[in-house]
């Protein structure tokens, strides 16, 4: 799903556990899905949560984004089920993609059907935007 040359993503330890558990539990996304998160938990660095910086997207950070460079937009990243303004899961690619990434960085990918897409984080933060 993800291309050759892809940014450095940071986890902390806690989401990396609660989305591996989630993942290998196979309970509300397919299996392609889940072995798209697990690929990107694979190459991420881990750090103690005290150590994540602010400026990195975890579950349920508010991301100013753009996507495939339309107008940027607020997203909120959730966990499967979480319903809010703007949510996306985890385990959708835009989700997948987001995880990990620091404002500044692009991450780009082919879906399965074979379009390729972008998105940029303009700004993280653990706030909702109104």
Not at 8 to 17: K, N, S
Not at 47 to 55: A, I, K, M, N, S
Not at 56 to 62: A, H, I, L, P
Not at 91 to 108: D, E, H, N, V, Y
Request: glycine share 10%; proline share 4%; no cysteine.
């Amino acid at each position: 799903m993800f291309g050759s040359r892809l940014p450095t993503i940071i986890v902390g330890e806690a989401d990396r556990h609660d989305l591996l558990v989630l993942a290998m539990g196979g309970t509300g996304h397919s299996a392609d899905a889940a072995d798209d998160l697990l690929y990107e938990l694979g190459r991420a660095k881990v750090v103690d949560d005290r150590l994540l910086p602010p400026f990195v997207v975890r579950m349920g950070s508010t991301v100013l984004a753009t996507i495939d460079e339309n107008e940027a937009q607020v997203i909120r990243l959730t966990y499967p089920g979480e319903a809010s303004a703007n949510a996306v899961s985890i385990f959708s690619p835009i989700g997948t993609a987001l995880l990990g990434l620091r404002a500044g960085q692009t991450m780009r990918w082919t879906e399965r059907n074979g379009k390729r897409r972008t998105v940029k984080v303009h700004s993280v933060s653990d706030q909702i935007s109104t």
